[in-house]
């Protein structure tokens, strides 16, 4: 494996190597084909070879350097091939030549000292030394063409390593991707399943405090009907009472209706009433006991009321019996108010009778005296006012017992109603009823499915890790892989940094030519310029010298015939200078004519440049402008044809400039319509994402961590079936699942409250870019 990580390094060094071996093997052969180095070597041999008085001490010396240069040779293989060739260029040539010298010929240096045969000497040690760097730099070739083929070998080894190893680290990876996808789908079940037993079982002790609520408002109503029962039956023996009172003065009545015919009637009237009162009362008794039986039968099915009522009869139960509370102390009071009427009006019958008494003893006494009779009479009739006084009391009070048996009618409708709430009420209690049994049986299969669930988690668990021990041995070989690819990386970015260095001087250079290409081209234009200028004069220049050549011969022609037309001097004078007016006339038309294509083709020769440069500033166009200006007339101002192609390329250039505006206002439009999408493909993402599957799976872990060093039930959920054997379902356990759950559940909502916070912080920061878009483009344009 340390292999692979040299061989790009050593080819460029062999190849590197190879090139610098065959420079220096030119400049050798230069070398040699110099005659200034014969001198230089003659020069040195003798320097050294004529020091007869230090013989001995210059042979260590030169032994030394042979070492030295062994040494070198020795190294080039180890040493990368460029300092290797560096350093033999170091030493000199001379001191190389003077020591192989000695080797080859076997010369000592009291020999060289006599001078003899030194030009023999020399010729002998070139010939050696050639043969000795020529065996040498094959030797060289040689070891680098096996180099080179070794190191391609291992570069195809190592390349077809690398292709396996990365083979291997995509199928890794996405097994990796695979498991990580599994592992996420088995958290979100766990974690679903984790919520909907929670919700499960909120709704259980919901249910369980409902129906705890349910069953004290039925005894408290229980407790109540039970008072008002025993009000009811107060009543009832208050009203038997008063009932065997309302006999006895009927009685009472019927002695005094013997007594006193006129009110016979009257007391049948009230007769009539009172049975007709009776009836009611008799029917008011009959239903209280139907209302008892029934109440028995209710007491004897409690069981029955253990569901949950609505709301609503609540509230209306209780407020009708508030109002029956209300009007039952009414009647109490007013029953109280009765009973003291009738203790009155109990020790006025008293008193009554006992003057009846003493008027019979009266009477019996006085039988015989008439007068006796009358005053007894006339005390009869006061007795009778005042009975018909106590009369008019009674009826007062017969209508306030009518007004009592329609205010126990109204009552009775409403016990009525009641009595139709409490079947309807029953009945949903028996439904109701029903419904727990259901929740029951929901209960068990959701406890079954939780235990079932604990176990496909622990598998889970187990497989995770498992999976993480592969993983691991996975990674611990991509690290090894990793290193290996930071090495080759190094490698490659030295090589690159060299590149890039190499790159940047060939650019700077590149640069530098460019300008010199401008610089030239624009010296080209300006010179192009000139010519067509100079071309225009001289093209008009050969037009005038071609018109006054014309107009000399024919001026020479015309003399001719003025002289042989001698007789008509005059005439062919005044004729002559007629006609040289004319000729005159006609050579200034020549030369305007000429000038004419001149301007054109000066005029067409700018618009070609003007076409050419329209890529470039205004400036320069009307740089460019002037100076056409200045090389055509320099002493005229610019003509009409001048200044409206002037403003042709001044049109030309604001149309491009125009064109330029509309793409970029286009492009930019198109930028904030991709923008908005992309905006709300976003969002639309982040919401449509589940909130378990942004929590990590460390979380998970940390949890599992944590639950091991309790002793709940959650320790048996991440732990697997240990817990659940040790451990049965009871109350306390499911509470402190059920307050684990809701920490669960209240971390769920602030992340999504988290994530609804920063969704919008995003979409002003989106708005932001927009409008920041908009401005950019208003002030484009």
């Known amino acids: 494996m340390e292999t692979k990580s040299e061989d790009p390094s050593e080819m460029k060094e062999v190849e590197l190597s190879s090139d610098a071996v065959l420079s220096c093997a030119s400049d050798l052969d230069e070398l040699r084909n110099e005659d200034n180095l014969e001198q230089s070597e003659k020069e040195l041999l003798i320097s050294l070879y004529t020091d007869t008085d230090a013989p001995e001490v210059g042979s260590p010396v030169k032994v030394s350097l042979l070492n030295d240069e062994s040494s070198d040779l020795m190294n080039t ?49 070139r010939t050696n030394h050639q043969e000795t760097c020529e065996n040498v730099l094959r030797q060289q070739q040689v070891q680098y063409q096996e180099q080179l083929e070794q190191l391609k070998a291992a570069l195809m080894q190592k390349d077809s390593m690398i292709t396996l190893y990365k083979r291997e680290n995509t199928i890794l990876e996405k097994e990796k991707q695979a498991f990580r996808k599994e592992k996420d789908l088995a958290n979100k079940e766990k974690e679903s399943a984790v919520i909907k037993f929670a919700m499960k079982e909120k709704l259980l002790l919901d249910a369980k405090k409902e129906k705890e609520m349910v069953e004290k408002q039925l005894l408290e109503a229980r407790r109540e009907i039970k008072n008002c029962t025993t009000r009811f039956h107060a009543l009832q023996e208050e009203r038997s009472r008063v009932t065997y009172l309302m006999d006895e003065k009927c009685n009472e009545i019927r002695k005094y209706q013997r007594e006193s015919e006129k009110h016979k009637s009257d007391y ?85 009778q006992e003057q009846l008494a003493k008027e019979i003893q009266e009477k019996n006494q006085l039988s015989e005296s008439f007068v006796a009779l009358q005053e007894e009479h006339n005390d009869i009739q006061n007795s009778y006012s005042e009975e018909m006084l106590s009369s008019a009391k009674l009826r007062g009070q017969l209508e306030e017992l009518q007004i009592l048996q329609t205010q126990n009618a109204l009552k009775e409708e409403k016990i009525n109603t009641l009595n139709r709430e409490l079947k309807e009420i029953l009945q949903k209690v028996h439904d109701n009823e029903h419904d727990l049994k259901q929740l029951h049986e929901r209960e068990k299969e959701l406890l079954a499915i939780n235990k079932e669930m604990s176990e496909s988690i622990v598998a889970l668990q187990n497989q995770i890790c498992l999976l993480k021990s592969e993983t691991q041995g996975i990674a611990a070989e991509n690290e090894l892989l990793k290193r290996e690819q930071s090495q080759y990386d190094e490698k490659y970015l030295r090589l690159e940094n060299q590149l890039k260095s190499e790159q940047n001087q060939k650019n700077e250079e590149r640069l530098l030519l460019a300008k010199h290409l401008s610089e030239k081209t624009k010296l080209y234009e300006v010179a192009k310029l000139k010519l067509d200028n100079v071309l225009g004069d001289f093209e008009a220049t050969k037009h005038k010298h071609g018109t006054v050549i014309k107009e000399l011969q024919r001026e020479i022609q015309k003399c001719k015939k003025s002289l042989e037309q001698s007789e008509h001097h005059h005439k062919s004078c005044q004729c002559n200078g007629y006609h040289q007016e004319e ?89 904030v319509a991709e923008l908005q999408k992309k905006s709300k493909v976003v969002q639309y993402y982040m919401l449509r994402d589940q909130t378990g599957a942004l929590t990590s799976s460390k979380s998970d872990q940390n949890k599992s961590e944590l639950v091991k060093y309790g002793n709940g039930v959650m320790s048996a959920i991440y732990n697997g079936i240990k817990g659940a054997d040790s451990k049965s379902m009871t109350l306390e356990l499911s509470l402190e699942i059920n307050k684990k759950l809701q920490a669960v559940l209240e971390d769920t909502l602030l992340k999504n409250i988290t994530l609804k916070e920063n969704l919008d912080v995003l979409g002003l920061e989106v708005d932001n870019l927009t409008r920041k878009l908009r401005q950019t483009a208003a002030k484009d344009v």
Do not use: C, W
């Not at 192989?100 to 010369?107: C, D, I, P, R």
């Not at 008799?282 to 209302?291: D, G, I, V, Y």
């Not at 019996?321 to 019958?349: A, C, F």
């Open 77 to 125: 293989e180890q040493k990368p091939i460029m300092t290797s060739m560096a350093e033999p260029t170091t030493t000199t040539t001379e001191d190389v030549k003077s020591i192989e010298l000695k080797e080859t010929t076997g010369v000592s240096d009291v020999d060289i000292a006599a001078g003899e045969g030194t030009e023999n000497i020399l010729d002998v040690t």
């Open 268 to 352: 049948g009237h009230l007769e009539s009433r009172l049975k007709y009162q009776m009836n009611k009362l008799n029917m008011e008794t009959e239903a209280k006991q139907a209302l008892e039986k029934k109440l028995e039968e209710e007491r004897n099915a409690p069981h029955k009321l253990e569901e949950k009522a609505y709301e609503k009869l609540k509230i209306e139960f209780e407020a009708q019996t508030i109002l029956l509370k209300h009007e039952i102390e009414r009647k109490g009071e007013q029953l109280d108010k009765l009973i003291k009427d009738t203790q009155i009006q109990k020790e006025h019958i008293k008193n009554l």
């Open 583 to 671: 000729a005159e006339h006609l050579a200034e038309v020549e030369v305007v004519e000429s000038r004419r294509p001149h301007s054109r083709q000066s005029s067409s020769a700018s618009a070609v440049s003007s076409s050419r440069r329209g890529s470039q500033s205004s400036e320069s166009d009307t740089v460019m402008g002037n100076r056409d200006i200045e090389f055509k007339d320099p002493t005229k101002t610019p003509s009409k044809k001048h200044l409206v192609e002037r403003i042709l390329r001044l049109q030309q250039a604001s149309a491009r400039q125009a064109e330029k505006i509309d793409f970029l206002e286009n492009h930019t439009l198109s930028l």
